[in-house]
């Protein structure tokens, strides 16, 4: 529907059957994880910035985490550095780890950017501000011959060991709008690239929040029919893993949410992030929108 053709009394209905989900979600933390085409979108991008500070006065106390792989990639071609992975996960030499940290953090204040333009006051973060997220390092194995079982040096790549949440309780109690770039900092020191899945859902768990969104290039979690599972539980999940439903890499991002369930997040929901305004969609209408995992 083109907005410029709704009147003043639909407008004033849409926002009306909004008000009961405001309330529901009312002081509630939401943790958007943002990525995929929906972040290397102009249009997309401004929308979502737009939804964020919709969610901000809505009541709501959204915390956006980011990743970037695309863009660190095309990065690296660049410099003329090999990009190498395992299991879907970036081998990250210091070399690399210099340009991940460059380019998360440019990501970060375009998102940064974008927010305060369309009227927020986000703030620009990493899971090494605060010593918000300490990581250890992620140890690799071989899943083929002729090295089957043999531990793989991924370098400098972390997952996340512990969460303080101090900043981020500072930064939600206020005005501003955390936007944060899944890096960290090990206890020896050491700054660690983290899947960005795996930090939202860390930093989720221990805000104990109300959803944790994961904004990606489907539409949500399939049956063997191709048809949306519009909601399942964690066991539900476990079943769909191992009878084939889920395969591929749907597989890590169910397990992330199945994570975030155990950490104490209420529910945690899959979503196609080039839908416009699916944060919204979600958050303030009962359509809903993707895969909602929950307890």
Request: aromatic share 4%.
């Amino acid at each position: 529907m083109d907005a410029s053709t709704v009147s003043p009394l639909e407008r004033a209905r849409i926002l009306a059957e909004a008000l009961p989900n405001m309330q529901r979600y009312d002081d509630a933390t939401v943790v958007v994880k943002y990525g995929g085409h929906a972040m290397g979108d102009d249009t997309l991008a401004r929308e979502f910035a737009r939804d964020v500070v919709m969610l901000k006065l809505a009541g709501l106390h959204p915390i956006v985490v980011h990743g970037g792989g695309p863009q660190i990639g095309s990065m690296l071609k660049r410099l003329n550095i090999e990009s190498r992975f395992h299991e879907g996960l970036r081998i990250t030499d210091r070399t690399t780890m210099d340009v991940v940290e460059m380019v998360l953090g440019h990501v970060n204040k375009q998102i940064v950017a974008a927010i305060n333009a369309a009227g927020g006051k986000a703030i620009g973060l990493s899971g090494k501000d605060g010593n918000m997220v300490t990581a250890r390092k992620v140890a690799g194995v071989a899943k083929a011959s002729p090295n089957l079982g043999e531990e793989v040096d991924l370098g400098f790549v972390g997952e996340p060991d512990t969460v303080e949440r101090q900043v981020l309780d500072l930064a939600s109690s206020s005005d501003f709008i955390p936007v944060v770039a899944p890096v960290a900092v090990s206890r020896s020191g050491d700054t660690y690239n983290v899947n960005a899945d795996t930090f939202a859902g860390a930093i989720a768990g221990a805000l104990r929040a109300r959803r944790l969104l994961f904004l990606t290039d489907v539409t949500g979690v399939l049956d063997k029919d191709k048809t949306l599972i519009e909601r399942m539980t964690a066991d539900e999940a476990r079943r769909y893993i191992a009878d084939g439903t889920i395969t591929g890499g749907m597989i890590p991002k169910v397990e992330t949410c199945m994570d975030a369930l155990e950490r104490g997040v209420e529910g945690v929901v899959i979503l196609d992030g080039k839908v416009p305004h699916i944060l919204l969609l979600e958050l303030l209408t009962d359509h809903g929108a993707g895969t909602l995992v929950t307890r």
